[in-house]
């Protein structure tokens, strides 16, 4: 693997120097027109902004490239209108670049990056060719864009910061690193990596980030090892590709000696580290990461962090926890989103309590909030679990027709459960056969458990060649059809099954259970 030499001072290369610095030309400039001196001192909000727009259309000085300038400044800021100043930029008759790479930052950092790419084909017709300042925010759409809509436009970006002689800029690299480990091309991320002339903590975050989206979690923890200085998106980068990779047990760890190193954990690493307390069943670890983030008030700063603990509580076995938690998020304006709302949902269905999971089903539309696929899964899951199948077939009915909600895999996936568990099972397989989309394993799987249950061999039978035949390596369709058979006093049939199985190469998974002792996760295999 090509890295970069690890030495030297870290450059901390997260963004460029401001667009617009000032000088005594342009302040004087400024100083020159009330309008441009209260714009620049005293706007507030944007009907400040257009009142004195209006007033330098007006006077003409609209047209000059520093007055309008200050006016894409002030409308691309935070909470502002960014679509007002794309609209100044488009009708200026000749916009700098400041103006241009303006607007593009923020439309990158903003809700529509796809359109940022659009300006800057604009800009391309242009007379102001992009610069060093342009081409990171583009990359960074790419980079939100993702695979459908930023990979080859990304590719496209990098080859034309190679002509322009603007790759080796260590905003435009770093931007570039990061674009590509965001599709997980760790390949060509490694090789931008390797042309850093020093060490630069941006570049080493992003390739940890490239390696850990392409698998390679070993090798990110190589580039973590080698660094001599490392920031908290470093260490969050680490402990979320450990979580990524499926090894949460790793990841606490790391966690533990961030915490001895005295790094203050940001909240993308505790949402990290809670989801690995759920993976886990580590309620004890689980009630400390929550009781650091009460004493930091990280709640109050990420809705995020709400639904985390919710679903770690819940998977952890501690429902009244979570309800706790979920109620006091729900009196606070904007904490508690819809996944909150999905988590403890899901959560109060699996263990058994249906009643408090479609009242809260009920209470969302007061909420201002509307069901989404996930949210079915869980009423799906509460009828099911609760052994009422008219009332889960009536939820998945009202999906489509009441709220717009496609049923999809998951949620057919839910009904046959729900219309097996109950012994319904012919009408189970007739929802299989009648799906539009091809079942999978799991979905017989439902099916075939239930046989197993009720004692329906020959109906088990047909459920296993079918999940078997979705998936021939599942273990579990061969075990549950070889108990149907058995469970029918078939010995042979129990046996062919099980022969079947050695002759795919398919080894039975060992059971595995946890348990926490002081703060530990302990393993037992079966």
Same mark, same amino acid.
């Not at 005594?24 to 909000?45: K, M, Q």
């Not at 100043?85 to 200026?92: P, Q």
């Not at 709640?299 to 709400?306: D, F, G, I, Q």
């Not at 059971?511 to 530990?520: D, K, Q």
């Given at each position: 693997?090509?890295?970069?030499?690890?030495?030297?001072?870290?450059?901390?290369?997260?963004?460029?120097?401001?667009?617009?610095?000032? /000088?005594?030309?342009?302040?004087?400039?400024?100083?020159?027109?009330?309008?441009?001196?209260?714009?620049? $001192?005293?706007?507030?909000?944007?009907?400040?902004?257009?009142?004195?727009?209006?007033?330098?259309?007006?006077? !003409?000085?609209?047209?000059?490239?520093?007055?309008?300038?200050?006016?894409?400044?002030?409308?691309? !800021?935070?909470?502002?209108?960014?679509?007002?100043?794309?609209?100044?930029?488009?009708?200026?008759?000749?916009?700098?670049?400041?103006?241009?790479?303006?607007?593009?930052?923020?439309?990158?950092?903003?809700?529509?990056?796809?359109?940022?790419?659009?300006?800057?084909?604009?800009?391309?017709?242009?007379?102001?060719?992009?610069?060093?300042?342009?081409?990171?925010?583009?990359?960074?759409?790419?980079?939100?864009?993702?695979?459908?809509?930023?990979?080859?436009?990304?590719?496209?970006?990098?080859?034309?910061?190679?002509?322009?002689?603007?790759?080796?800029?260590?905003?435009?690299?770093?931007?570039?690193?990061?674009?590509?480990?965001?599709?997980?091309?760790?390949? &060509?991320?490694?090789?931008?990596?390797?042309?850093?002339?020093?060490?630069?903590?941006?570049?080493?975050? /992003?390739?940890?980030?490239?390696?850990?989206?392409?698998?390679?979690?070993?090798?990110?923890?190589?580039?973590?090892?080698?660094?001599?200085?490392?920031?908290?998106?470093?260490? /969050?980068?680490?402990?979320?590709?450990?979580?990524?990779?499926?090894?949460?047990?790793?990841?606490?760890?790391?966690?533990?000696?961030?915490?001895?190193? +005295?790094?203050?954990?940001?909240?993308?690493?505790?949402?990290?580290?809670?989801?690995?307390?759920?993976?886990?069943?580590?309620?004890?670890?689980?009630?400390?990461?929550?009781?650091?983030?009460?004493?930091? +008030?990280?709640?109050?700063?990420?809705?995020?962090?709400?639904?985390?603990?919710?679903?770690?509580?819940?998977?952890? +076995?501690?429902?009244?926890?979570?309800?706790?938690?979920?109620?006091?998020?729900?009196?606070?304006?904007?904490?508690?989103?819809?996944?909150?709302?999905? /988590?403890?949902?899901?959560?109060?269905?699996?263990?058994?309590?249906?009643?408090?999971?479609? $009242?809260?089903?009920?209470?969302?539309?007061?909420?201002?909030?509307?069901?989404?696929?996930?949210?079915?899964?869980?009423?799906?899951?509460?009828?099911?679990?609760?052994?009422?199948?008219?009332?889960?077939?009536?939820?998945?009915?009202?999906?489509?027709?009441?709220?717009?909600?496609?049923? !999809?895999?998951?949620?057919?996936?839910?009904?046959?459960?729900?219309?097996?568990?109950?012994?319904?099972?012919?009408?189970? &397989?007739?929802?299989?056969?009648?799906?539009?989309?091809?079942?999978?394993?799991?979905?017989?799987?439902?099916?075939?458990?239930?046989?197993?249950?009720?004692?329906?061999?020959?109906?088990?039978?047909?459920?296993?060649?079918?999940?078997?035949?979705?998936?021939?390596?599942?273990?579990?369709?061969?075990?549950?059809?070889?108990?149907?058979?058995?469970?029918?006093?078939?010995?042979?049939?129990?046996?062919?099954?099980?022969?079947?199985?050695? &002759?795919?190469?398919?080894?039975?998974?060992?059971?595995?259970?946890?348990?926490?002792?002081? !703060?530990?996760?302990?393993?037992?295999?079966?």
């Amino acid at each position: 693997m090509a890295m970069a030499p690890l030495h030297g001072c870290p450059t901390a290369a997260t963004a460029p120097p401001p667009l617009l610095p000032s /000088s005594a030309s342009i302040s004087a400039f400024i100083a020159s027109d009330p309008a441009l001196t209260l714009l620049h $001192t005293r706007c507030a909000s944007m009907a400040h902004l257009r009142q004195l727009h209006a007033a330098l259309v007006k006077s !003409g000085l609209a047209r000059d490239p520093i007055a309008a300038s200050r006016a894409v400044a002030f409308c691309a !800021g935070p909470e502002r209108d960014v679509s007002y100043a794309e609209r100044i930029v488009r009708h200026h008759p000749r916009p700098n670049s400041f103006m241009w790479n303006t607007v593009i930052r923020a439309l990158s950092d903003g809700a529509r990056p796809d359109a940022a790419l659009a300006l800057f084909v604009e800009m391309l017709g242009s007379p102001t060719p992009p610069d060093r300042r342009t081409l990171p925010s583009l990359l960074s759409a790419c980079a939100r864009l993702g695979l459908d809509g930023g990979a080859g436009a990304g590719s496209a970006l990098h080859g034309m910061a190679l002509k322009l002689g603007l790759a080796g800029d260590a905003y435009v690299r770093n931007a570039a690193i990061a674009m590509y480990a965001s599709r997980g091309a760790a390949d &060509e991320a490694l090789a931008l990596f390797g042309e850093c002339p020093e060490f630069d903590v941006v570049a080493c975050n /992003s390739a940890i980030v490239a390696l850990a989206r392409a698998g390679r979690v070993d090798e990110a923890r190589e580039v973590f090892d080698g660094m001599p200085e490392r920031t908290v998106a470093t260490w /969050s980068a680490m402990v979320g590709a450990y979580a990524r990779a499926a090894r949460p047990g790793e990841a606490l760890a790391l966690f533990s000696a961030m915490q001895a190193g +005295g790094v203050e954990p940001n909240a993308n690493v505790l949402v990290t580290v809670l989801g690995c307390c759920a993976a886990l069943g580590a309620l004890e670890q689980g009630a400390w990461a929550h009781a650091y983030i009460d004493r930091h +008030g990280v709640t109050m700063m990420n809705a995020l962090v709400v639904t985390a603990l919710v679903d770690m509580y819940c998977k952890c +076995g501690a429902v009244d926890k979570a309800r706790e938690v979920f109620d006091a998020a729900r009196s606070q304006q904007g904490l508690a989103k819809l996944s909150s709302w999905n /988590s403890m949902m899901q959560g109060l269905a699996v263990h058994g309590q249906w009643r408090e999971a479609i $009242t809260l089903f009920s209470e969302m539309k007061s909420h201002g909030l509307r069901p989404d696929n996930v949210t079915f899964i869980a009423v799906l899951t509460a009828y099911g679990h609760a052994g009422m199948p008219d009332e889960a077939k009536a939820a998945f009915a009202s999906m489509a027709s009441e709220h717009g909600v496609e049923p !999809g895999i998951e949620h057919y996936g839910c009904l046959v459960d729900a219309l097996a568990r109950a012994g319904r099972l012919q009408e189970a &397989e007739e929802a299989i056969l009648a799906m539009p989309v091809a079942p999978d394993a799991a979905v017989w799987g439902a099916l075939l458990s239930s046989c197993r249950l009720h004692g329906d061999a020959d109906r088990g039978a047909r459920a296993a060649r079918e999940a078997v035949r979705c998936d021939p390596r599942d273990s579990g369709a061969y075990v549950l059809a070889a108990s149907v058979a058995a469970g029918k006093g078939e010995g042979n049939a129990a046996a062919g099954v099980r022969g079947r199985m050695r &002759e795919a190469g398919v080894g039975k998974v060992p059971g595995c259970s946890m348990i926490e002792v002081n !703060g530990v996760v302990h393993e037992f295999v079966s």
